[in-house]
């Protein structure tokens, strides 16, 4: 069964450091998405993919994150710098307009 | 979006029936509703989705009453292995493929044995 893939699963980093989250998605999905999630919390939408067009990036913080899809395929989450705050679960899913899949997310912790 | 409302935790015991109700009192005329299931440090997991009436698959069912208010999910029969989070969803697309997916903080269910 396909899968989308991330790496690291774990990350481990110092405020001011500079990390980076990779996802695969399913292939031939079109639609990408990264959520952030605290510990306790549901997820909450950081950007949205549709190909390598950003279609929603409301609630990315963009003074410090980023994200790119260049070819449509697989895609990278940037935070420049870390802060503690930032310390939570990065999923990314994808779909091909219908249900999304998730990934094994990456932990991330700001120290 | 509708903001949907669901209890904060449940416990049950191995073989019980679990029903989980969601509120959603301002769902709209296009909105579906969806359930997603998350294990400990896993991505969510879809299990159902419905518009109204009753749904059912291999993992649940779906009860959605007529003024759509509201929805059951229910699990017959429960394992441990169905210690989870669960999340109740309202969005305008079918599974929420192209809409905003807002999760709120979920049921989490404690599965006893």
């Known amino acids: 069964e396909a899968e989308v893939a991330q790496s690291p699963r774990y990350k481990i980093t110092e405020k001011s450091q500079a990390v980076a989250f990779w996802c695969d998605p399913i292939?031939?999905?079109?639609?990408l998405y990264w959520y952030r999630q605290i510990l306790g919390q549901g997820p909450e939408l950081l950007v949205q993919f549709q190909d390598e067009s950003v279609v929603d990036d409301s609630q990315l913080p963009k003074d410090r994150f980023s994200a790119e899809r260049l070819k449509g395929v697989d895609s990278t989450l940037k935070i420049q710098p870390a802060e503690l705050g930032d310390s939570a679960m990065y999923l990314c899913?994808?779909?091909?307009?219908?249900?999304?899949?998730f990934g094994p997310g990456t932990r991330l912790t700001v120290l | 979006l509708a903001k949907t409302t669901q209890p904060i935790s449940m416990d049950s015991y191995e073989g019980q029936e679990v029903n989980i109700t969601c509120s959603h009192n301002?769902?709209?005329?296009?909105?579906?509703i969806t359930w997603y299931q998350q294990f400990p440090s896993q991505g969510p997991r879809f299990i159902i989705q419905?518009?109204?009436t009753k749904v059912t698959n291999e993992v649940a069912s779906l009860f959605i009453p007529a003024d759509r208010k509201s929805s059951t999910l229910s699990l017959p029969r429960v394992s441990l292995s169905d210690t989870a989070v669960y999340y109740c969803l309202v969005g305008d697309h079918p599974s929420g493929g192209y809409n905003k997916l807002i999760f709120g903080a979920g049921t989490r269910l404690a599965v006893h044995p």
């Open positions: 419905g518009y109204k």
């Open positions: 899913a994808s779909s091909i307009g219908g249900e999304q899949f």
């Open positions: 292939s031939g999905h079109a639609t």
């Open positions: 301002n769902i709209a005329t296009n909105d579906y």
